[in-house]
């Protein structure tokens, strides 16, 4: 069944059908959040709040891009409400300690553990070194292939502004590379 | 950066993520530029240092259970409330035909055409029954008459 058949269905009050959207949109909605908010316990109580909120939503919901695309905003403003009541924005150590959470789930083997872990280790540092928004664009672009468009759309603001941002993300990312010694940024 | 630059990066930056299908930057500027030159590089090595892993969440059964009870609660609550908007609906259209007949019955009333309506309606509640039988005859006839025309 496809997603839009699946969001008609859910709309006309077909439980199982509301439930398979929500599920099926779970991992990415859990995976921008804790990329964004860089707070393992943080993203889960946020992805658990937005669900719910699109449950008690679903009716207003318009189809036109992808539905994550709609979670994805309800779980930003979320935590943008969030930072605002609590004026506070995640640390690296907590991001480790998320991190940590993100790395138990990873692959069988031995060999694929210890890759994803460095792998995970990369990912936090730079994605730590970005402003919020700019974190967000780049997540949405490199993560999970969104367009310039539908990520306008989640941010609310010009394709320009994307663009820039991503572009300085890059900028941004690559010094934080050198700093760290990551990898040869040597040119 | 100058502008130049700048446009020449955004364009590779399109391409390297799919925006664009194809390379519409300027080639002379870039084997010219060493810093755009190298843009691409840079991108390659970020791809390469950060792969993009997809990030499996699966949701645990006792989030799924309670999303499930998530949403049956909503439902009822929806259903609820579209129950008592109903009855709230119900509740203000009574009053609104009862204030209307009463209207038109005291308009009648003033306008001293009252007893006549009522006299009428009661003529009519009164005839209503003797005609029925004599209707049910004539539907008969019909009906012989058309099986005749039939065979």
Known sequence: ?187 | MDSKCRETQYKILDWFYEEEGTKNWDADHVQQCRECGNYYNKLLKIEKDLPRIPLEFQASESFTRALEDQVRKERIRVEEKKEKRSFLKDLGAFPAVALFLLTAMGSLFYYDVGPSFIQVQLAGLLIFPLIVPILGAFEKKRRQGRDSYGS
């Open chain 1, 1 to 187: 069944m496809t997603e839009r058949e699946l969001i008609k269905k859910a709309q006309a009050g077909h439980n199982p059908a509301l439930n398979q959207l929500l599920l099926d949109n779970y991992s990415i909605l859990k995976g921008y959040l804790i990329k964004l908010t860089l707070q393992k316990e943080l993203a889960e109580d946020l992805t658990q709040e937005t669900l719910f909120k699109a449950v008690k939503k679903i009716q207003d919901y318009e189809p036109q891009g992808k539905f994550s695309t709609w979670l994805i905003v309800i779980g930003k403003n979320l935590y943008f409400d969030y930072l605002r009541k609590n004026k506070r924005e995640g640390s690296f150590e907590e991001y480790q300690s998320a991190s940590g959470g993100i790395r138990e789930r990873k692959g069988p083997s031995l060999e694929e553990g210890v890759m994803n872990t460095f792998a995970v280790d990369k990912m936090k540092e730079c994605l730590a070194s970005l402003s919020r928004e700019k974190r967000s664009v780049f997540i949405l672009k490199h993560y999970y292939g969104y367009s310039y468009k539908e990520i306008a759309e989640i941010e609310q603001c010009p394709i320009g502004t994307v663009r820039s941002r991503l572009h300085n993300s890059i900028e941004e990312i690559r010094q934080a590379m050198e700093k760290e010694g990551l990898d040869g940024f040597e040119m």
